[in-house]
């Protein structure tokens, strides 16, 4: 970077002192975030050559032994997945009423109430969590223990919910107006020009919507430690059992293990993993979401 | 005829919905205010917290957020201001300013965990600021960054053409143009991304718990080295003695005051994000 700030970067500015401050601000963003992916790889390095890929795939996580990350890899995509799957019809009937059928005065105030709602701190999330939804698991399906992957999924699929409307309702909204007036013209209804017009153009945009939500989803710590049972063990096909995720593996081991040894290492090996999945995530959603909105 | 009762059908259905997400809102504020309500009686923002939290106030806890929050602040506007500004001033390369703008969206939507354990790794353990108040300002400060850039680059790319042609036809430099047209015109913005940047620093818990916080026994932090007690960690730690009445009562008054602080600075970067959108319509 630093090679570039002659002429092709920098334009005719580079004899400015302000001009200098302002790129040193901007090194010290860019190293913030470099450093940060670099960091996790550095880190990671000694469990990816005690362990190699049995890291990923092993089953067992005995501090001292053997660290396998599979039961918090598995539970990361079982919780995310469940979330997902409960809030997108919730989202796209929000969303596709909003769009098209709310008055613009309207659309404003729930585009600012979902606005707030995404800015409920996660500890609030958790602190509903524990004191309702694990109740209420329990008592309704009659378990032991209401601290369960369905549990920790259904409080995701609430945390998501106001990133996952919102941004679907952009791409909804951002579909020309010609489109809709054609299919009138054609003598569709309303619902059906919705359906079948507006939906499939916007679907780009949705998808991208779904991707930044899953990576929200999948990084939330502090709700789902609390909801979530921490145990950690290959889930089968039971989601009404106690599991555990990447980040609440981390939330709940990273005091023990802080700075040093093969433990901090392993922890700094999930974290990577977490780290690739959210931005690749990220990196589609991003594409797919400025993609619709062009 | 049937065709359009199964219209109606489905839109009540999807009316419905909507109402019921918009109701979410308004039932957790109803929840924290009836269960948080009980706990805040004369002194409860005033007083210290005894027995673990069970019983008091939670002042120092508040202060300690409300020290993190600032502090965090304090060093993220002078980097998120001067990136901004390099990358739509200075920065003449289109395919380097997308790879930046793809690391501020890569960056805001990390884990907020991982800034966390690599924070305390680099600032903690390397820079040797230990479990501290600036270790956990410091990361949280790169936290919010990316929320400060958007709000910043929105406003600075908001500004009208014609502002930068009037100060170019006044022979104004460069620095000159961004000290008096651009900084000036775009602080509404500046304004807007700071309030929100603050709101998102006071609701974190994950990336502070282990790195910048202890339980109890600690009031302000007496040097650079030491922890401080937050509002969010006081919640955490009190959520999770769920079987203790008065613990649990604690927890939601310390929520109910964590939650307004919250909304009260979301809806004060509304109201500046508004006056900045009818300046710019001047």
Redesign the interface.
């Known amino acids: 970077m630093k090679a570039?700030f002659g002429r092709?970067?920098?334009?005719t500015?580079h004899s400015?002192p302000?001009?200098w401050?302002?790129?040193?601000?901007?090194f010290?963003?860019?190293l913030?975030?470099?450093?940060?992916g670099l960091?996790?790889v550095v880190?990671s390095v000694p469990i990816l050559r005690s362990e190699g890929w049995g890291f990923l795939l092993g089953e067992n996580w005995w501090v001292g032994e053997t660290f396998g990350a599979l039961p918090m890899i598995c539970g990361s995509l079982i919780v995310t997945g469940l979330a997902i799957f409960l809030v997108l019809p919730?989202a796209l009937?929000?969303a596709?009423?909003?769009s098209e059928?709310?008055p613009s005065s309207f659309r404003r105030r729930?585009k600012?109430?979902m606005?707030?709602?995404a800015?409920?701190?996660?500890?609030?999330y958790?602190?509903?969590g524990?004191?309702?939804l694990t109740v209420g698991v329990k008592d309704v399906l009659n378990l032991l223990d209401g601290n369960t992957l369905f549990t920790a999924g259904f409080l995701l699929a609430?945390m998501i919910?106001p990133t996952v409307?919102t941004l679907s309702e952009d791409a909804l909204h951002s579909v020309p107006s010609e489109f809709r007036e054609a299919a009138e013209s054609l003598g569709l209804?309303?619902?059906?020009i919705a359906l079948w017009v507006v939906l499939p153009q916007s679907l780009p945009g949705i998808v991208g919507a779904v991707l930044?939500g899953i990576?929200?989803a999948?990084?939330?710590?502090?709700a789902v430690m609390?909801v979530i049972g921490s145990l950690d063990r290959v889930p089968g096909f039971n989601l009404f059992v106690s599991g555990q995720t990447i980040?609440s593996k981390?939330?709940r081991e990273?005091?023990e293990a802080?700075?040093s040894g093969l433990h901090w290492s392993a922890?700094?090996g999930l974290?990577l993993t977490?780290?690739i999945m959210?931005?690749v995530?990220?990196?589609f959603g991003?594409l797919f979401v400025r993609r619709s909105s062009q | 005829m049937n065709a359009i009762t199964a219209e109606k059908m489905v839109l009540a259905f999807i009316g419905c919905v909507t109402f019921l997400i918009v109701a979410l809102l308004f039932s957790i504020l109803a929840i924290m205010f009836i269960k948080g309500l009980p706990a805040m009686h004369g002194g409860f923002l005033f007083d210290e917290s005894r027995d673990f939290g069970r019983a008091g106030g939670i002042f120092y806890q508040s202060a300690g957020t409300l020290i993190l929050m600032g502090v965090t602040v304090l060093w993220s506007l002078p980097v998120a201001l001067g990136s901004v500004l390099f990358q739509t001033e200075y920065l003449e390369s289109g395919k380097f300013k997308t790879f930046l703008t793809q690391l501020t969206y890569i960056l805001n939507a990390t884990p907020t965990i991982l800034f966390g354990l690599v924070g305390y790794l680099f600032f903690g353990v390397y820079l040797e600021a230990g479990v501290s108040w600036v270790t956990g300002s410091l990361i949280l400060a790169v936290m919010i960054l990316p929320t400060l850039q958007v709000s910043i680059r929105e406003a600075v790319e908001a500004l009208p053409e014609k502002y930068r042609e009037a100060g170019m036809a006044l022979g104004l430099s460069r620095p000159a143009q961004i000290w008096r047209i651009i900084l000036p015109q775009s602080f509404y913005g500046m304004v807007t991304g700071v309030l929100l940047g603050l709101a998102r620093a006071a609701g974190e818990t994950a990336a502070i718990m282990f790195t910048a916080t202890t339980f109890s026994g600690i009031r302000f932090p007496q040097s650079f080295s030491d922890p401080v007690p937050t509002l969010q960690t006081h919640i955490l730690v009190l959520a999770q003695e769920a079987a203790n009445p008065e613990s649990i009562a604690q927890a939601w008054g310390a929520g109910l005051v964590l939650l307004g602080l919250v909304f009260l600075l979301t809806l004060a970067a509304w109201a500046f994000r508004t006056r900045m959108v009818m300046e710019s319509e001047l």
């Not at chain 1, 092709?8 to 334009?11: H, K």
């Not at chain 1, 209804?189 to 059906?192: I, M």
């Open positions: 570039g092709g970067l920098f334009g500015h400015e302000v001009g401050v302002f790129a040193a601000m901007n010290i963003f860019f913030c975030a470099v450093g940060l960091f996790l880190e919730v009937s929000g596709l009423f909003t059928y709310l729930v600012g109430i606005e707030l709602l800015g409920v701190p996660g500890i609030i958790g602190l509903l524990v004191s309702f609430i919910l409307l209804t309303k619902l059906q930044l990576g929200r999948m990084g939330e710590t502090i609390l980040p981390l939330g990273a005091v802080l700075g922890l700094m974290g977490l780290f959210v931005a995530l990220t990196f991003n």
